[in-house]
């Protein structure tokens, strides 16, 4: 929260150009280019450092992204380790549809958890750069965002102190609970909102993948998915009403419905182990407009929430976290506000052609499942678009794989 109330701080209060909040792939991205430019920052992060290297996430990476990081020095161990994949397979009506997305742009997959990504950000920011990251952090407040001398301040977790760290500016990274989103003014803030109407059980299974690509089960009964995550892990999703418990999803109803979902005649059958997760997730969107107000810039999901649907929330995180470090680097280094002037308008940008994507492909997978006829009628003309029109197979592919717009330029 914003506190413009006087505090009690110690006279030796800290400052660098730039306080990061969160550690997440966004705050870590932005910390390793700001650190790399020799620009000075300090990342806040409520976690510790064991949890935000082991909290289970998203795992599929564009390729621009992994460019854009590898020219940062930044993906010498993703590349090393990495699967890819070039093609996504949809099973609809008892047959399967390979779409070969790389086929058709040139661009593919990488398939890369979100720990380990966040791990080696951590790794190289702060074991080999030496970078300031401070984990365990409470009570975070933000001061004086929208004046000249913001600050930032929270609660040493091993003395119990107030600490205080002025800056120039601040980058909110904390998530969609964080405290950077919450300290907009509803006044100068807009926030943007799409909910689906449907559940996501949100699964991770100690099994190696039953396939070689992701997999989309569309089904009267509700939507399925499979995607590895490793060669022993795989993540699966399954439709289930909005505010559903997962502790009604035991193991075998789990299993026989995932079945029901996925299996399609000629297709392997589905390798079956211990749940490791098992979560509700009702699926929204939300787009914060503006990304910025005075001194704080809001990244990734502080600013914005794309539904998993099609794997695009860390992407978006990286692509926030590249152009404020471009913006931020200018500013620092020549004197030129122009890039943060312009970051949310250019961040925006992709974020409503990523958004319109995840609601167009989302009607796709839950309208045979709406009970609603038109919506399954309009559902199945989009499937067969993809595999009759190579106009229509071309535009899935480019946003799929996130190839259009400006994002190539990195």
């Known amino acids: 929260m914003i506190d413009s109330s006087p505090t009690p701080f110690p006279p030796s209060g800290q400052h660098v150009p730039v306080v990061i909040v969160g550690a997440g792939p966004a705050g870590l991205a932005l910390a390793n280019v700001l650190r790399s430019a020799c620009v000075d920052c300090v990342v806040l992060e409520a976690e510790s450092r064991q949890f935000i290297e082991q909290r289970p996430r998203a795992g599929f990476i564009e390729e621009w992204a992994v460019r854009a990081l590898e020219r940062h020095g930044l993906a010498a161990r993703l590349l090393e380790r990495a699967q890819t994949h070039t093609e996504c397979e949809f099973r609809i009506g008892g047959e399967r549809f390979r779409f070969g997305y790389t086929r058709v742009s040139g661009h593919r997959h990488f398939v890369y958890p979100q720990p380990l990504l ?135 109803r789990v299993w026989s419905e995932l079945r029901a979902r996925l299996s399609v005649a000629g297709a392997a059958p589905l390798t079956e182990g211990r749940l490791i997760e098992k979560r509700v997730l009702d699926m929204h969107n939300y787009v914060v407009q503006p990304m910025t107000y005075g001194r704080l810039f809001l990244a990734g999901d502080a600013a914005h929430l794309v539904a998993p649907i099609a794997a695009k929330g860390m992407n978006l995180a990286l692509y926030d976290a590249l152009t404020l470090a471009d913006a931020l680097i200018a500013y620092f280094r020549e004197g030129d506000a122009g890039g943060l002037r312009g970051y949310s308008a250019a961040c925006l940008r992709r974020v409503w052609e990523y958004q319109e994507f995840s609601e167009w492909f989302a009607e796709l997978l839950h309208g045979p499942s709406s009970q609603d006829p038109f919506r399954a009628g309009n559902a199945g003309a989009r499937l067969r678009r993809l595999f009759d029109s190579p106009v229509a197979a071309a535009a899935f592919a480019e946003s799929y794989i996130g190839a259009g717009g400006d994002s190539n330029r990195r």
């Open 118 to 252: 966040v791990t080696d950000l951590v790794r190289e920011y702060a074991d080999t750069k030496g970078g300031d990251i401070r984990f365990g952090v409470r009570d975070v407040e933000l001061h004086d965002v929208d004046g000249e001398t913001p600050s930032v301040s929270y609660t040493d977790p091993d003395s119990g102190e107030r600490r205080r760290i002025t800056c120039e500016a601040i980058a909110g990274c904390d998530g969609a609970r964080g405290v950077t989103r919450a300290s907009l003014p509803p006044e100068r803030a807009h926030t943007a909102r799409l909910d689906y109407g449907v559940g996501w059980l949100a699964l991770l299974a100690e099994a190696p993948p039953s396939s070689d690509c992701v997999v989309f089960g569309v089904h009267p009964r509700g939507f399925a998915a499979h995607m590895a995550r490793s060669p022993q892990v795989t993540r699966y999703y399954l439709e289930c009403p909005p505010g559903d418990d997962a502790g009604n999803w035991p193991h075998e």
